[in-house]
């Protein structure tokens, strides 16, 4: 049994075998298009992989715990998880491994690659579900590669895809994945070009980033974009980007380093090369027969396509779906890094400034028209907030995922949740919290004339420090009330709380 082809074996019967990608390459390289040399392990491989080893039951097993609409994305992320970790944990078959390692031994020993998903129907002119799946840059050594070709074969049942296995046709028997394994081509500049724009049929557009494609594909990096008009090839508009950073090639992977300042004046494209990637576009849609999505790098003047796919009538993130919001938290590590600034340095001491000026407005002294237009206004400020909430903080949070992914990736444990014990193991604000709250109690106790006075609803000057020590807990703990029918009852609920444990 045969498990891999190169691109000049395979034939158009070879389509379902080895994914829209991975045909979609063998015809261009079949043309004589620049396409950088690649493997590809069909999807009887993984068929083979999950039956041999029986972990096809497993993921049948969660993936059928419950109805799939009534799935929260917690539990389709922690199926995803425990899934992804059975692969890497399950051993290739002999038969499997004996032929994949030689080949990759074969063609990349020594090279650098690219181990890209190609599951069959992945990449459609009806609809896009780019994304869903996973590709890893700059992967290096056989053990490794092998590792990831499992990974990619794990997001096949990835928590992106569980949310639309209904629209993937996603089941255990018949949904399958190849793999594309591809040579490595690290690019002075790398992007992405439409033949035709989303937006404008004639219009064409093409966007690049200096350095590796991954900054512009995860978002990590803002690409320069210039639109063209698909008649004349003349160049109608230039966006230019910061260009403050890029991504590039490193011993364990990819990161992304600054930019001299020098070649961040310069944008990645020169105009001639902007129109002769766009013939280059131009000349792919001919070929297909369909506008094209290509992705593209030069490296010393020549210029690589790296995939192409069709130009998307649709895509999962269209239509106000509420589920398209889950596959946005899902960030890179430079991403979170980069939130993590923004939420630190920017919206929380902004929403200090905001909370201290709404409450230093004294309600009682308004007239009736101007409550109604405070009103108007918090509900405005409201929306704001929460927006930010959930463009900022939610993602943040989520940056957990991307912890428990790499600690799994890297020490297989069998517990798949086993690096929580280390974030239990850590300094908890919780732990702070309660700490206050036991000074504050002792501080009640201590002082019985305290205790009465607040017991009848009053302490102001009994103790000056106290009402700075409540102001202070508000601020670094939030409202204990809230989310009771006691929230903004102002320290009712603290000081309920406290005297309670004072006694």
């Known amino acids: 049994m045969t498990f891999t082809l190169t691109l000049d074996q395979v034939e158009p019967r ?29 999807e ?10 029986g972990i096809g039951e497993s993921i049948a097993l969660e993936i059928n715990r419950k109805i799939a609409d009534q799935m929260r994305w917690e539990e389709l992320w922690d199926a995803a998880l425990r899934i ?31 181990v890209r998903s190609s599951a069959p129907g992945e990449d459609s002119a009806k609809a896009s579900f780019a994304g869903l799946h996973e590709s890893f840059v700059n992967v290096r050594g056989t053990e490794a590669i092998l590792d990831h070709v499992r990974l990619v074969w794990a997001s096949l049942w990835s928590d992106g895809a569980l949310l639309y296995r209904k629209e993937l046709g996603l ?102 090369e902007v129109v002769r990637i766009f013939e280059a576009a131009l000349k792919l849609e001919r070929f297909f027969g369909s506008p094209q999505d290509m992705e593209w790098t030069i490296r010393n003047g020549a210029l690589y396509i790296l995939q192409a796919r069709p130009v998307t009538a649709g895509d999962p993130s269209g239509g106000g ?41 004294e309600m009682d002294s308004l007239s009736d028209e101007q409550i109604a237009d405070e009103i108007e206004r918090r509900q405005r400020l409201f929306r704001k ?31 798949p949740y086993e690096f929580m014990d280390l974030l239990g193991g850590t300094e908890m604000i919780g732990l702070e919290r309660n700490r206050v709250l036991g000074r504050m109690a002792g501080r009640i106790r201590s002082n019985p004339r305290l205790a009465a006075s607040i017991r009848q609803g009053s302490f102001a000057g009994l103790d000056a420090g106290f009402d700075e020590d409540l102001e202070h807990f508000s601020r670094q703990f939030g409202d204990l009330g809230c989310g009771t029918e006691r929230c903004f009852s102002g320290h009712d609920a603290l000081v309920g709380l406290l005297l309670r444990m004072a006694e």
């Open 385 to 415: 907030w929460n927006d930010i909430y959930y463009a900022t903080f939610i993602p943040l949070a989520h940056g957990i995922r991307l912890f428990g992914q790499t600690y799994n990736d890297a020490l297989r444990p069998a517990d």
């Open 321 to 361: 779906d509420p589920r398209a919001w889950n596959l946005t938290l899902k960030r890179s590590f430079e991403n979170l890094k980069a939130l993590r600034e923004e939420v630190e340095g920017r919206w929380i001491p902004a929403m200090i400034i905001e909370g201290d000026s709404l409450a230093a407005i």
């Open 171 to 272: 089941d255990i028997a018949t949904s399958t994945m190849a793999v594309i394994v591809q040579e490595i081509v690290a690019g002075e500049c790398s992007g992405v070009a439409f033949s035709v724009s989303p937006d404008n049929p004639a219009r064409s557009v093409i966007e690049a980033v200096h350095g590796l494609n991954q900054g512009l594909v995860d978002g990590t990096v803002e690409p320069d974009r210039w639109t063209l008009d698909r008649k004349t090839a003349q160049i109608l508009s230039h966006q230019p980007a910061s260009r403050q950073k890029a991504v590039f090639a490193s011993a364990s992977g990819v990161e992304t380093l600054p930019l001299p300042a020098a070649r961040a004046q310069l944008p990645p494209l020169a105009p001639e």
């Open 84 to 114: 992804r970790n059975l692969f890497l944990r399950t051993p290739l078959p002999d038969e499997i491994r004996e032929e994949l390692a030689r080949e990759i031994e074969s063609r990349f020993r020594g090279l650098s690659v690219v």
């Open 14 to 42: 070879d389509r379902d075998r080895v994914g829209g990608k991975g045909y979609a390459l063998s015809r261009m390289a079949r043309e004589g298009l620049p396409v950088p040399g690649a493997l590809l392990i069909d």
């Open 44 to 53: 009887e491989a993984y068929r083979h992989f999950i039956r041999r080893t």
